[in-house]
């Protein structure tokens, strides 16, 4: 059982998605662009605050937050590379990373999970969502249930 100093009100929580697939370039990190699913903070947005962000969370309340962060990527051509994805605070620090080697079956998408437990200021810092490919002619999958690229945010403490 859990117990201790674990927040249960559903408010200091947040979860965003990729509503549409979104081309990757090759050998690029790709900034996620957010779309709202449950955000009673208004702590999503769409305007970074590290170049050529697209999307960040910036909780207003400080404390312990637990990330977590799913993206699925579609088929990729290319051998010996890697696709990785990276949840990162206020757009510098690599706070946790997934890496896989390509995924090259046909007609096929494969799923990468990190997860972080992070404190955050409640003012300035924010966690930033990126996927990277070493391959070419792939995708990040968007949908617009939201149930293939998304993050889930909640504070634990």
Avoid: C, H
Avoid at 17 to 38: E, F, I, R, V
Avoid at 90 to 108: E, H, R, S, V
Avoid at 122 to 142: C, E, I, K, L, P
């Amino acid at each position: 059982s859990a117990s201790g100093n674990l927040a249960t009100n559903t408010n200091y929580t947040a979860t965003a998605y990729l509503s549409a697939n979104t081309n990757l370039t090759q050998n690029t990190d790709l900034w996620l662009p957010l779309s709202k699913k449950n955000d009673p903070n208004n702590w999503v947005s769409n305007t970074g605050v590290y170049p050529n962000l697209s999307g960040s969370i910036t909780p207003t309340i400080p404390g312990y937050y637990y990330i977590a962060y799913q993206a699925a990527v579609t088929t990729a051509t290319g051998s010996n590379n890697q696709n990785n994805i990276q949840i990162r605070q206020n757009g510098i620090n690599t706070k946790a990373l997934t890496q896989i080697p390509l995924y090259t079956a046909t007609g096929a998408s494969q799923t990468m999970n990190t997860s972080a437990i992070l404190y955050l200021n409640g003012t300035t810092d924010s966690v930033n969502f990126s996927v990277f490919s070493a391959g070419t002619s792939q995708q990040v999958v968007g949908t617009t249930d939201g149930n293939w690229t998304k993050i889930e945010i909640f504070k634990i403490n």
